[in-house]
């Protein structure tokens, strides 16, 4: 005989209190599920491929004690605009191109920074890394005593070229812009990046505007602006195209679409690695910018702590190891070599710091909508 | 099933007296059919073009927050600069992609018009060989048939390698490298089946017993076809030109993969500007040219046909 509390259907009876506690506990294994299961909170990355490493991500995992979910993204532009859209509160952590990251600060959401300051107890690997990383950070990520970014790798842009068709010659950008600098026809035969600050510092590098770049941003007179604009212009009759992504590059490189190409080193120490010898890297005499991706964490995270943790094991010396090779661009943390081969330390992973003071850090831009102007008009020219 | 619960279900299920009161005025009836409807549009076309106009008419401050106060600055900031108004990027983007959208309408019409003319007048199984063979390659992904292309062209692509290899030139032809012509071939090939179902929709109402008549009273071939065909298809090749023109005007992939960056399609720039400088009010007022163009279309194309007709027939 049913009570008043048990419910009666295909001949099976539930008690109110079964029914409560099987409720219960689907409730408690839903809320689970969105943690993780077990209570094990899900830190969300927005960032690069090789961040998404299987061997890196189970170590991470098992370290921290969270469970990694990374979206993989292809430029620090988009991750700057869709976090400025709103998906700051749908990631924990972001690892853009180092002059993404004073944009990020200066991006207010419900009245302060996007980004959180540096929890630097959980960032005990930062003591370990090139000096001139933590005056980068120091100098870039740094505002009311708050640092806002923790760099992870680095590396370099000059250009590359096919050394069995291009001569030895001094290394200078002169022969992206110059049609007799080097004696062989290099018209079609030249790429750029397809991305206004790369491509405008490579132009106004060669015009000889070094000074623009030593202050805390990069900074182009109208007037530079526009001989460095008119310098592009006059070289696009000459290019075979601007180029965005590094496999594109490598891809074009090898079917021999062109010759000479504006490059990051990363590019072609791969194409080394899959042994191809012929393409040649070039450190330009104007001077190499150096990029470094550099980590931070959104302010609506809810696990700030475990995120700036995870963010630390990026550059561990094993886990910046595995980094390294993934991406072939060295960590900011010189341990790593220790977990790299000889072949693997010369061609990325051991780097003589002293190399970096000779190069230009990537930085914000002033003025960037006169470079964005400029930029479009060299485009459409 | 028990009785008890049967006649639970019974009871739930409308009657037909219920289902007939539903619909028992045109008010119901335009509810309940065109209701569903109405409301997707106005969630997902009304509501997001009504944001977009309004951004275009708001700023982004220095930390990149909208300010909400009514601007122009952006419409302004489109057609600034110190160079003739043609040369500058804004214009020439938007030239170059109304270029290459009608470009890419006259050739998808002039390839698809004969076909779908011949697919209209043989039918049976011809036409389902033809049909099925124009429409394999849209069973693939839209990136991937625009990567094929991208091997396709380059001057060490597949097309330049092999007139190098046979002899035919000496040095690849600037025409096969990337740029305008190749995205013109991606975006042709791209909505070359859009044209071809509408003509053919449209070529396959045509009586034809009149332009037999044209014939026996004398009209040339050229004449039948400008007298007589091309008059009763009209609404047909506009609804296809339309459908041709519009995504072509807009189109971002295409040009990104066989343009190589020396192309700038207004799409491109867009984007550019928004992931560049979060610029979202420049890119509403850029894209209202999009939308202002589409709606001139359809204002001229209504003109001479009716909407019942823009459906090819």
């Known amino acids: 005989m049913p009570t008043d509390n048990t419910s009666q259907a295909d001949g099976r009876s539930t008690s109110r209190r079964a029914f409560l506690a099987a409720a219960g506990t689907a409730s ?119 640092r806002y970014g923790v760099p992870v790798r680095f590396g370099w842009y000059g250009y590359s070229y096919d050394s069995r068709s291009v001569p030895d010659h001094e290394a200078s ?38 000074d623009a770049f030593e202050g805390s941003k990069v900074s182009l007179s109208q007037k530079q602006i526009h001989e460095v604009k008119q310098t592009l212009i006059d070289q696009k009759p000459r290019l075979q195209g601007y180029i965005a992504a ?41 001077g190499s910018l150096a990029w470094f991706e550099s980590a931070v964490v959104s302010s609506a995270s809810e696990n700030k702590t475990k995120a ?36 693997e330390n010369e061609m990325f992973g051991a780097i003589d710091p002293s190399r970096l003071g000779e190069m230009i850090p990537f930085k914000s831009v002033e003025n960037e909508n006169a470079w964005i102007t400029a930029w479009e008009e060299v485009k459409s020219a | 099933m028990n009785e008890s619960s049967e006649s639970g279900w019974r009871s739930s299920v409308p009657s037909r007296a219920d289902l007939m009161a539903a619909f028992a005025t045109r008010r119901r009836r335009l509810g309940i059919t065109a209701g569903p409807a109405l409301i997707w549009l106005a969630l ?117 390698a092999t007139l190098l290899r046979i002899g035919i030139v000496n040095s690849p032809i600037g025409l096969f490298n ?46 039948t076809l400008r007298d007589v065909i091309l008059p009763l298809t009209l609404p047909g090749i ?11 005007l807009g189109a971002f992939v295409t040009p990104e993969f066989l343009g190589q960056g020396k192309v700038l399609m207004i799409g491109q720039l867009i984007k550019d500007r928004i992931s560049s400088l979060y610029a979202v009010g420049y890119g509403s007022a850029a894209s209202m040219f999009i939308v202002v163009s589409i709606v001139i279309a359809f204002v001229v194309a209504f003109r001479y046909v009716s909407i019942e007709d823009l459906g090819g027939v």
């Not at chain 1, 690069?48 to 990694?68: F, M």
């Not at chain 1, 400025?84 to 302060?112: F, L, T």
């Not at chain 1, 992206?176 to 590098?205: I, P, Q, R, W």
């Not at chain 1, 062109?258 to 450190?283: H, L, Y």
């Open chain 1, 28 to 146: 408690v294994t839903a809320v689970a599920g969105c943690t993780g299961g077990s209570g094990t909170p899900t830190i969300n990355i927005l960032t690069w491929q090789e961040y998404a490493d299987e061997d890196i991500k189970s170590r991470i995992e098992e370290t921290v004690g969270v469970n990694l979910e990374i979206t993989k993204s292809t430029s620090s532009s988009n991750m700057f605009s869709s976090w400025n859209a709103g998906q700051y509160q749908q990631y924990d952590i972001a690892i853009p191109n180092n002059n993404y990251v004073p944009k990020m600060m200066e991006s207010e959401k419900d009245g302060g920074p996007m980004i959180a300051p540096v929890d630097e107890e959980a960032v005990s690997n930062y003591g370990g890394m090139y000096d001139q990383f933590k005056q980068f950070a120091d100098t870039q990520f740094t505002q009311d005593g708050n």
């Open chain 1, 173 to 210: 950008y002169s022969i992206l812009f110059e049609e007799d600098y080097v004696d062989t026809d290099l018209s079609g035969e030249l790429v750029m990046y397809d991305n206004h600050f790369k491509a405008m510092s490579a132009a106004a590098l060669y015009l000889g505007y070094g």
């Open chain 1, 246 to 286: 590094d496999p594109t590059y490598i891809k074009s490189l090898k079917q021999g679409n062109f010759t000479v190409g504006q490059s990051g080193r990363n590019e072609i120490v791969e194409m080394w690695s899959s042994g191809d010898d012929w393409p040649a890297m070039a450190t330009p005499k104007e």
């Open chain 1, 308 to 343: 700036w943790e995870v963010i630390n094991e990026y550059i561990s010396p094993q886990n910046g190891a595995t980094l390294a090779k993934a991406g072939f661009s060295p960590s900011v943390n010189p341990k790593t070599q220790q977990h790299l081969s000889d072949k």
């Open chain 2, 44 to 160: 997902l076309l009304a509501a997001p073009l009504t944001f977009m106009v309004t951004v275009s008419f708001v700023s982004v401050d220095q930390s990149y927050q909208i300010v909400w106060e009514p601007t122009t600055a952006n419409y302004a900031a489109l057609f600034a600069g110190d160079t003739p108004l043609l040369q500058r990027a804004f214009v020439k983007s938007l030239l170059l992609s109304y270029a290459i959208a009608a470009v890419t309408t006259i050739l998808c019409l002039v390839l698809a018009f004969p076909l779908a003319y011949l697919l209209a007048r043989k039918g049976g199984r011809t036409f389902k060989v033809v049909i099925f063979l124009v429409l394999l390659p849209f069973f693939t992904m839209y990136l991937v048939r625009a990567y094929s292309w991208y091997l396709m062209f380059g001057p060490s692509g597949v097309i330049n």
């Open chain 2, 178 to 223: 990337y740029g305008v012509s190749a995205i013109i071939v991606g975006l042709t090939h791209a909505y070359f089946p859009y044209m071809l179902l509408t003509l053919y929709a449209s070529l396959d109402g045509l009586d034809y017993s009149l332009v037999e008549a044209a014939r026996d009273l004398g009209a040339s071939r050229s004449e």
């Open chain 2, 238 to 248: 506009i609804s296809g030109s339309l459908f041709v023109f519009v995504p072509a």
